[in-house]
């Protein structure tokens, strides 16, 4: 009776934030469904801690959400390593590592320039601005000690600044463009037809996913359910199509990727408090900066990069651009770019940043504090 009744009260939490996320999806906006939810969650549970006088009435979604939406986001990134993005990889691989890693570096700089001027920790500071995804990134955070409230603020300003200013600056009218193609091409209710075949490969998908959440466990690796499953279904789908000599397809409704979406975001959402937004003002201010800098900085990038390797200045500036998979596609597409090669890297920069950069980050934080125990160490002899 009393898992029923936490159980129900779990769906209708998620289900009341999920109404502002089917709001803000139909303003076309590709995380419409994440942000909308969000913001919905963020402002009840940020109300309801404000207003408790007891510790037991501070509601926080159970882990088994996040994780679910992390299982499916891992399948649906994993999905993604087919023989189209082994082929692009192979012939500008070279290109390809040279713009992941410049755009993981400049958005490593703005973390600490974040950090070095704001209240906020290093941890938080540097996951904040690392270029991983909304939906992706403050999960990770969390479990490395990150502060998820500021972190999911400061991405949702990063991917806001990037799907706006990006496509403006590259044309003027392919902002409006890009959120039309959008809103016609991704209805939540609209499903493709059953195959058995694709049935059958959405299985075999995750359980490759599941038996990565388990390596990755073994392994210690962050967020396991995601990283883990990512490399778990990636590995499968491009073992499976390069023996078939195709790619193969699962069956996979846009709805999936919207329920990983309420669910992560909803688990964010129900665990913020007044406490987090201590000092935020500078923080924001600070960190408004730093993402503008960082998207300046890409833009010479993407210049230099165009110069050297003959890759178009417009194709090089959309791969590079630190968020807004969708978005950047959909610009390239109206372009007449290239638009594949714009979302493998798009798709490779989140793959690489959710495998490489959580480690680094944990390491980097972990030096400080031993630096900071021998310097109080070495003041007291």
Not at 89 to 104: G, P, V, Y
Not at 336 to 342: K, L, M, N, R
Not at 368 to 378: D, G, K, P, T
């Amino acid at each position: 009776m009393i898992r029923t009744k936490g159980f129900l009260r779990n769906v209708s939490f998620i289900l009341f934030s999920s109404i502002g996320g089917l709001l803000l999806s139909l303003t076309g906006l590709s995380i419409g469904w994440m942000l909308g939810t969000l913001v919905m969650a963020g402002a009840f549970s940020f109300w309801s801690h404000t207003n408790s006088t007891s510790s037991d009435d501070k509601y926080v979604l159970p882990r088994f959400w996040m994780n679910a939406g992390q299982f499916i986001l891992a399948i649906e990134l994993g999905q993604k390593i087919n023989l189209t993005v082994i082929d692009i990889f192979r012939d500008h691989w070279m290109s390809i590592m040279t713009m992941l890693l410049l755009s993981i570096v400049f958005s490593l700089l703005s973390g600490l320039v974040l950090w070095k001027f704001s209240h906020t920790d290093l941890l938080t500071s540097l996951f904040g601005t690392v270029p991983g995804g909304l939906s992706v990134i403050p999960g990770i955070a969390e479990e490395v000690g990150g502060n998820i409230g500021v972190v999911s603020i400061i991405q949702t300003m990063r991917v806001f600044l990037v799907v706006l200013v990006i496509p403006f600056l590259v044309s003027s009218f392919a902002v409006h463009s890009a959120k039309l193609e959008v809103s016609n091409n991704q209805s939540a209710f609209i499903f493709p037809s059953l195959e058995m075949d694709e049935m059958i490969w959405t299985a075999v998908l995750a359980l490759g996913a599941l038996a990565g959440y388990y390596i990755g466990k073994r392994l210690k690796f962050p967020a396991p359910w995601l990283v883990g499953g990512m490399l778990g279904a990636a590995s499968i789908q491009a073992a499976g199509s390069s023996f078939a000599g195709h790619n193969l397809t699962p069956w996979w409704p846009n709805i999936l990727i919207i329920a990983a979406q309420v669910f992560i975001a909803a688990s964010i959402g129900s665990k913020f408090h007044k406490k987090m937004f201590t000092g935020l003002g500078k923080t924001m201010a600070v960190a408004l900066f730093s993402t503008i800098g960082l998207i300046l900085s890409l833009f010479i990038c993407a210049f230099i990069v165009s110069k050297l390797t003959g890759i178009t200045f417009v194709t090089a500036v959309l791969a590079f651009a630190p968020g807004g998979i969708t978005e950047m596609a959909t610009t390239a597409a109206v372009l007449h770019e290239d638009s594949t090669f714009v979302v493998v890297v798009q798709v490779l920069r989140i793959v690489l940043v959710c495998i490489a950069v959580p480690p680094l980050i944990k390491l980097l934080h972990q030096r400080r504090l031993r630096n900071r125990a021998h310097s109080h160490a070495a003041r007291n002899i």
